[in-house]
């Protein structure tokens, strides 16, 4: 799997593009921390969230973030390409149009509460797109035979996402 880091220095919303081997079908997931100034992570005061993680073609992924503090502060964000090593990981794509919080159903034969799954969202418009509305995964459940998803799509008016669950079957 390949991986990337780039720190940033922000407030509020926080936007990375971070270079990487990707195409806008990877399969990237994203995290943020809070740094110190010899770049060190550490878990401090100012909660930081990841918002939306969008692959591009042109080995570029756009990650936007939001750091709660109302000075700016130094954050790390470390993005992993899935897609690079195909047979350690089984991917499920769901495509739906969502408005509030939401709880979205996978089918995945030979699921168990075992099972180990994480997800990704982003709006859709038959690519990932990186919009302005704030999307959030707030649970994966993996149950026997299903991977529910709850999540958040903070938005005026119902809007297309994509979901992308990447894990393993015990």
Do not use: C
């Amino acid at each position: 799997m390949a991986w990337a880091v780039q720190q940033v220095r922000g407030s509020g919303v926080v936007e990375a593009a971070v270079s990487m081997d990707v195409g806008r079908d990877s399969v990237v997931m994203a995290s943020v921390t809070e740094v110190d100034a010899s770049g060190t992570p550490f878990i401090g005061a100012a909660p930081v969230i990841v918002q939306s993680v969008v692959p591009n073609d042109g080995f570029v992924v756009r990650v936007r973030a939001w750091a709660g503090w109302p000075q700016p502060i130094d954050v790390r964000i470390t993005a992993l390409n899935l897609s690079s090593d195909p047979g350690a990981f089984e991917r499920h794509d769901g495509v739906d149009v969502y408005k509030g919080a939401f709880v979205h159903r996978f089918d995945i034969p030979g699921a168990t509460p075992q099972s180990s799954f994480i997800a990704s969202i982003a709006e859709y418009h038959g690519a990932p797109h990186m919009g302005a509305a704030m999307l959030q995964v707030h649970s994966v459940a993996p149950r026997f035979g299903e991977v529910l998803v709850a999540g958040n799509v903070d938005w005026h008016e119902q809007l297309p996402i994509r979901l992308t669950l990447v894990g393993k079957r015990p």
